[in-house]
């Protein structure tokens, strides 16, 4: 069976691993949300813009959006 997942960049897995909520929030999105979340945070330029990226993504999932992906 061939996996289409967008291996977890390891930033993210540790912020994310931290913040129950955006964790359960991440766990129950269908395959396609979750690649399109792990290729906006590894889609930077600068390590500074990645922490931000995850930070935001993190912070969002809490609340139950995925506004960050329309920035």
Do not use: H
């Not at 061939?2 to 909520?21: A, R, T, W």
């Not at 945070?41 to 990226?53: E, G, S």
Request: charged share 20%.
């Amino acid at each position: 069976m061939e996996n289409n997942e967008l291996e977890m960049p390891v930033g993210f897995s540790l912020s994310i691993g931290m913040n129950q909520k955006a964790l359960s929030y991440f766990a129950n999105l269908d395959s396609n949300t979750k690649n399109m979340i792990k290729s906006y945070i590894q889609n930077n330029t600068k390590n500074d813009d990645a922490k931000f990226r995850i930070n935001t993504a993190v912070e969002d999932m809490a609340n139950q959006n995925l506004n960050f992906l329309n920035n």
